[in-house]
């Protein structure tokens, strides 16, 4: 695999903005299938990013903002209750399980988070 260059990189937003186990931060994204969202969170002092769309059914994960489970611990579908590891994406609970959300490569320097697209999954304008 090719390392991302950094022409190629999007930055989603400032490092402080990603609280462990807090809020995540959405960007507009087209992914082959249609439009539709990634997001981004800090779990255990590191950033993770997926495509956000449950391994489930397809439908947006988050309710306002919000993927974590109240203890932060897990994101959750805010639809249905499915429930991922947070630094793997995989499902460990619900209709989903063993299924994965679909992960995308993340940095984080010099204050801020950056998104390295790759593959289908790419920037849109917009929201």
Not at 11 to 25: I, P, Y
Not at 51 to 75: K, P, Q, Y
Not at 95 to 105: M, S
């Amino acid at each position: 695999m090719q390392e991302p260059s950094l022409a190629s990189e999007v930055r989603v937003c400032a490092a402080s903005d990603l609280a462990n186990g807090g809020l995540g931060v959405k960007v507009p994204v087209s992914d082959g299938a249609g439009q539709t969202t990634a997001f981004f969170v800090r779990y255990q002092d590191r950033v993770h990013g997926y495509l956000n769309r449950c391994a489930h059914v397809g439908v947006e994960l988050d309710w306002e903002g919000s993927f974590f489970t109240r203890a932060g611990d897990l994101i959750m579908c805010a639809r249905h209750g499915a429930i991922y590891q947070p630094d793997t994406g995989l499902c460990v609970g619900g209709p989903c399980k063993n299924g994965r959300l679909t992960a995308l490569t993340v940095s984080e320097r010099d204050g801020a988070v950056y998104w390295h697209p790759t593959g289908k999954i790419v920037p849109r304008d917009g929201g």
